[in-house]
Nanobody, 129 residues
Framework: VQLQASGGGSVQAGGSLRLICTAS????????VAWFRQAPGKEREFVAS????????EYADSVKGRFTISRDNAKNMLHLEMNSLTPEDTAVYYC???????????????????????WGKGTLVTVSS
């Protein structure tokens, strides 16, 4: 599976952005998928994940209630709707796919995150105060 993230940009605090991850390959629907982010000087961290059918989702506490993850397997696409953005959301956002569950993706340690099977190139989100 090849992944490509897009949709990042610069917004003011309180604004919204919608990230898109486009996948190629016939097996996209077989994987749980997730969004991770990495701020300057910090480790890559989990943001949100969804199951291979998109019927369940997990969120980091820091984004719960503000971000929504969804997928469209027919179009090989993954989305992240981000609302009420704050400067703390500033980071490079990455989409990822792994042969596990959305719940497991949410619990990955930093070391395990590095071993995720498929990554897309990141897209930068900058939130100004």
């Amino acid at each position: 599976v090849q992944l490509q993230a897009s949709g990042g940009g610069s917004v003011q605090a309180g604004g919204s952005l919608r990230l898109i991850c486009t996948a190629s390959g016939r097996t996209f629907s077989s994987y749980a998928v997730a969004w991770f982010r990495q701020a300057p000087g910090k480790e890559r961290e989990f943001v949100a994940s969804t199951s291979w059918l998109g019927t369940s989702a997990e969120y980091a506490d820091s984004v719960k209630g503000r971000f929504t993850i969804s997928r469209d397997n027919a179009k090989n696409m993954l989305h992240l709707e981000m609302n009420s953005l704050t400067p703390e959301d500033t980071a490079v956002y990455y989409c990822a796919a792994d042969g596990t569950s959305s719940q497991d993706l949410a619990r990955y340690t930093p070391e395990r995150i590095q071993k995720i099977s498929y990554w897309g190139k990141g897209t930068l989100v900058t939130v100004s105060s």
